[in-house]
C-alpha cells in the first residue's frame, strides 16, 4: 500500500486508475481508524475498483476550546487497518498541503450549517465543508463514503456536492456499534469506564424511539420528551440536542415522515458524542 503526501500525487493516482477504466473510491478520516472506518473501507472496496483512504485531522473543524491538539493519531495502526481492508492508497497530507500559508478560500453552506451541530459548533460545518471539497477536488473520486453517525454532516456535504456541481456521489453507510449499542467514536477512547457507561443512554434513546415510531407514534414531541425522560435518569450527561428534523434539510419536523433523521448529541464528562436514527 502506497502512502501519498501531496495533493499532485494523489490527482495523479486517480486519474491514472480512471483513465485504465476503474472507479475510484474515497473514504475521508481524521485517523484514529476503528471498525466503523474499517466497514467504510469495506463498502468502498466492494464497489470501487481502488479505493484512497485520507488521513488528515483538520484543523479549521475545531473550535477555540476543542480537543485539535489532543484528538488521537495513531497513523501507523490506521494504515494497517486501511490495508487489512483493500485501501489501495493512504493519502496523509501536511497541513501547508491542503491550507496553504495565506489561504483564503472557505467552503460554507449557508442554512444548514448553523442547524444541530452547527448551532453548538459555530464554524465547524464550514471547516468540514472546506476540507472536503479540498479532497474531492484532489481526489476527483467516483464515489465518496461517509458514516451515517455523521447524519447532519451528509446533509451539508450533500448539499455541497449539488451547489458546486461536484462529479462524486456522497455513499451513506450504516451506523457501526458496540456490541452493547454505542456508536463507534475515534472520542470514545476519552471515556472513563463510569463515562462509558452513562454513554450508553444515547443508544437506548435511539432504540426507544425506534420502537415508538415502529407502534406508530410520529409525533416528534411525543420523541423527543420520550427521550428527555431516559436522559433524566443519567444527570451526570448534559444534553447538546435533542431534534427530529427533514435529513435534507436540518429544520425540524412536527412528524416523522419516512426518512426523518432523529439526532442526539450530549456531553457525557467533557466528551462530545453524537447518535441518530433515520426513521422508517
Given at each position: 500500500m502506497?502512502?501519498?503526501?501531496?495533493?499532485?500525487?494523489?490527482?495523479h493516482?486517480?486519474r491514472?486508475?480512471r483513465?485504465?477504466?476503474?472507479?475510484?473510491g474515497?473514504v475521508l478520516t481524521?485517523?484514529?481508524l476503528?471498525?466503523?472506518?474499517?466497514?467504510l473501507?469495506?463498502a468502498?472496496?466492494?464497489?470501487?475498483?481502488h479505493?484512497?483512504v485520507s488521513?488528515?485531522?483538520?484543523p479549521?473543524q475545531?473550535g477555540?476550546n476543542e480537543?485539535?491538539?489532543?484528538?488521537?493519531r495513531?497513523?501507523d495502526?490506521d494504515?494497517a487497518?486501511?490495508?487489512s481492508e483493500?485501501a489501495?492508497?493512504?493519502?496523509?497530507?501536511a497541513?501547508e498541503?491542503?491550507y496553504?500559508t495565506r489561504?483564503a478560500t472557505?467552503?460554507?453552506?449557508e442554512?444548514?450549517s448553523?442547524?444541530?451541530d452547527?448551532?453548538?459548533?459555530?464554524?465547524h460545518?464550514?471547516?468540514?465543508?472546506?476540507?472536503?471539497?479540498?479532497l474531492l477536488?484532489?481526489a476527483e473520486?467516483d464515489?465518496?463514503?461517509?458514516g451515517?453517525?455523521?447524519?447532519?454532516?451528509?446533509?451539508?456535504l450533500?448539499?455541497?456536492v449539488?451547489?458546486l456541481?461536484?462529479?462524486?456521489?456522497i455513499?451513506?453507510c450504516?451506523i457501526?456499534?458496540?456490541?452493547d449499542?454505542?456508536?463507534?467514536s475515534s472520542?470514545?477512547?476519552y471515556?472513563s469506564?463510569e463515562?462509558?457507561?452513562?454513554a450508553?443512554?444515547?443508544?437506548?434513546?435511539i432504540?426507544?424511539?425506534?420502537a415508538?415510531?415502529a407502534a406508530g407514534e410520529?409525533?416528534?414531541?411525543?420523541?423527543?420528551?420520550?427521550t428527555?425522560?431516559?436522559?433524566a435518569?443519567?444527570?451526570?450527561?448534559r444534553?447538546?440536542?435533542?431534534?427530529l428534523?427533514?435529513w435534507?434539510?436540518?429544520?425540524?419536523?412536527?412528524l416523522?415522515a419516512?426518512?426523518?433523521?432523529f439526532?442526539?448529541?450530549?456531553?457525557?464528562?467533557?466528551?462530545r458524542?453524537i447518535?441518530?436514527a433515520?426513521?422508517?
Amino acid at each position: 500500500m502506497e502512502i501519498l503526501r501531496t495533493v499532485a500525487e494523489l490527482r495523479h493516482w486517480s486519474r491514472t486508475n480512471r483513465s485504465q477504466g476503474y472507479t475510484v473510491g474515497l473514504v475521508l478520516t481524521m485517523g484514529a481508524l476503528h471498525a466503523g472506518h474499517a466497514s467504510l473501507i469495506r463498502a468502498a472496496k466492494a464497489s470501487c475498483g481502488h479505493v484512497a483512504v485520507s488521513i488528515f485531522v483538520n484543523p479549521t473543524q475545531f473550535g477555540p476550546n476543542e480537543d485539535y491538539a489532543r484528538y488521537p493519531r495513531t497513523f501507523d495502526a490506521d494504515c494497517a487497518l486501511a490495508q487489512s481492508e483493500g485501501a489501495d492508497v493512504i493519502f496523509a497530507p501536511a497541513l501547508e498541503e491542503l491550507y496553504p500559508t495565506r489561504a483564503a478560500t472557505f467552503v460554507e453552506v449557508e442554512g444548514l450549517s448553523d442547524r444541530l451541530d452547527g448551532a453548538s459548533r459555530p464554524g465547524h460545518f464550514r471547516g468540514v465543508a472546506t476540507v472536503v471539497a479540498k479532497l474531492l477536488i484532489a481526489a476527483e473520486p467516483d464515489r465518496a463514503f461517509f458514516g451515517q453517525k455523521d447524519a447532519a454532516q451528509v446533509a451539508v456535504l450533500r448539499r455541497m456536492v449539488v451547489d458546486l456541481r461536484l462529479a462524486s456521489e456522497i455513499v451513506v453507510c450504516p451506523i457501526v456499534r458496540e456490541p452493547d449499542g454505542l456508536a463507534l467514536s475515534s472520542r470514545n477512547i476519552y471515556l472513563s469506564s463510569e463515562e462509558r457507561a452513562q454513554a450508553l443512554v444515547l443508544s437506548r434513546s435511539i432504540r426507544r424511539v425506534e420502537a415508538l415510531v415502529a407502534a406508530g407514534e410520529r409525533r416528534a414531541a411525543a420523541l423527543i420528551e420520550a427521550t428527555h425522560r431516559l436522559f433524566a435518569a443519567v444527570p451526570e450527561i448534559r444534553v447538546d440536542y435533542i431534534a427530529l428534523v427533514d435529513w435534507a434539510t436540518l429544520l425540524p419536523v412536527d412528524l416523522a415522515a419516512p426518512g426523518a433523521l432523529f439526532a442526539i448529541a450530549a456531553y457525557v464528562g467533557p466528551t462530545r458524542l453524537i447518535d441518530n436514527a433515520i426513521l422508517a
